[in-house]
């Protein structure tokens, strides 16, 4: 009964931290502008200067929101939970800050995989401290072969540190298209609160999942309050701030709550345009600065965007892989021969992202239509994901009904 009304009360923190984020976005956004922190929309014909990186607001929101929280629930509860709820705001304060470095200094790759990982330390020291599990229960078409579970050790924590990488990076490169950060954090978010809530109902580890409730209803929140400003047309751009900081706070509450292979049944959409993006990431093909869709001035529609580059520009196994992708269909490559002396070869091929990959289908778009179809797809995702938790996991796993 308690713990009702501590869920009111969060409902009640969060819904006044998303006007207070919504305001506070609104009256810091110049501010940022001033002090150089600003992006030019390319999917625009106009030259305006957007404040880049208010995602830093609403993590800040988020945490004023969460630490003020602390007393409703934490002061009866065991130590544990309320070190592990700190330990779960250090490492999303880390990610935040982290981000925000990022979007000031502009960061190479290399350091944007590495930078969860050093976040992601306070989460994976919370979790060893309170004896966390580190044997998995092995899906039954495989228990003939290894048995009932696994003892994996310290595979477990290279795990969690990797699922922290994922889910920051995921969210970051399905972008380019106004509202589309902010979005799928916002539908992913409450896909989490929902089988939280579900999973409370069925009396299922009821107090991991009010943990999980009490860190992803405010997330909501100010995600909420960021996407009334960066919806299209954008009159701010979240930056990787508020990427890092939803991946995070994700990974957090899948970690501790003990539900990652659900939380990422969730980013369905995700993995396959890390799948898709795999050779462009690791420079099998080249990756341009940006992969997002091309804007067409005449029409202003947004349509697939290409990159150009020669043949000694692959890497090993690179022209075999564009035959596989284009005899697919996966991917629209183009090989114009040398033309001229001096003239090389030239290949265009699609930007590998599932965005591009639907314009392939549905052709010029407008950009609010082009998200609004993006978040339907995340939509069918999370419809999916359920369905699999819920349905299809009888074949894997023992249900308790
Ligand atoms: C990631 C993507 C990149 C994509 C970029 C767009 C990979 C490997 N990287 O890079 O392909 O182009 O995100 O966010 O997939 N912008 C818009 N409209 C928007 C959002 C962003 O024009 O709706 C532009 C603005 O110029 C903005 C910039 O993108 O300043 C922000 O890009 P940034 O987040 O720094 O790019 P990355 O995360 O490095
Ligand atoms: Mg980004």
Request: charged share 15%.
């Amino acid at each position: 009964m308690e713990s009702v009304w501590a869920v009111v009360l969060s409902l009640v923190y969060s819904l006044v931290a998303h006007f207070i984020c919504y305001q506070a976005i609104k009256n810091f956004k110049d501010m940022f502008i001033k002090a150089g922190m600003f992006g030019k929309d390319l999917n625009k014909t106009s030259e305006e200067k957007i404040p880049e990186g208010l995602g830093v607001v609403s993590g800040a929101m988020f945490l004023i929101s969460c630490f003020l929280f602390i007393p409703i629930p934490f002061l009866d509860y065991s130590e544990l939970q309320f070190t592990q709820f700190i330990c779960a705001l250090l490492s999303i304060c880390c990610m935040i800050f982290l981000g925000f470095a990022d979007d000031v200094l502009d960061l190479r790759w290399r350091h944007k995989l590495f930078l969860p990982t050093i976040a992601s330390l306070p989460l994976l020291a919370v979790y060893f401290v309170s004896g966390g599990s580190t044997t998995i229960i092995v899906p039954i078409p495989l228990r003939p072969l290894l048995g009932y579970d696994l003892h994996l050790g310290v595979l477990v924590y290279i795990y969690m540190g990797m699922l922290a990488v994922f889910c920051t990076n995921a969210i970051n490169i399905l972008a380019g298209v106004n509202g589309v950060e902010t979005g799928q954090s916002v539908i992913i978010g409450t896909s989490i609160a929902v089988f939280n809530v579900i999973e409370i109902a069925r009396d299922q580890f009821a107090a991991k999942h009010l943990f999980s409730l009490y860190l992803i209803l405010p997330f909501i929140a100010v995600s909420l309050a960021l996407l009334r400003h960066n919806w299209y047309p954008s009159k701010v751009f979240v930056g990787d701030t508020l990427c890092y900081f939803a991946g995070m706070t994700f990974a957090v509450v899948a970690i501790l709550g003990s539900f990652s292979k659900t939380m990422l049944l969730f980013f369905i959409p995700q993995v396959f345009n890390f799948l898709y993006s795999v050779p462009q990431l690791f420079g099998i093909i080249p990756c341009p600065r940006h992969r997002l869709p091309k804007f067409d001035r005449a029409t202003g529609l947004l349509g697939m965007s290409y990159a150009k580059f020669s043949p000694d520009q692959m890497g090993p196994g690179g022209a075999a892989l564009l035959k596989t992708l284009s005899f697919l269909r996966l991917a629209k490559v183009e090989w114009s021969p040398p033309s001229g002396k001096e003239k090389k070869a030239e290949i265009s091929v699609n930007n590998l992202t599932i965005i591009n990959y639907l314009l392939k289908f549905i052709g010029p778009t407008h950009e609010r239509t082009l998200t609004i179809y993006i978040m339907t797809v995340q939509v069918v995702g999370t419809i999916i994901a359920f369905s699999i938790r819920y349905g299809f996991v009888r074949f894997f796993y023992d249900v308790v009904q």
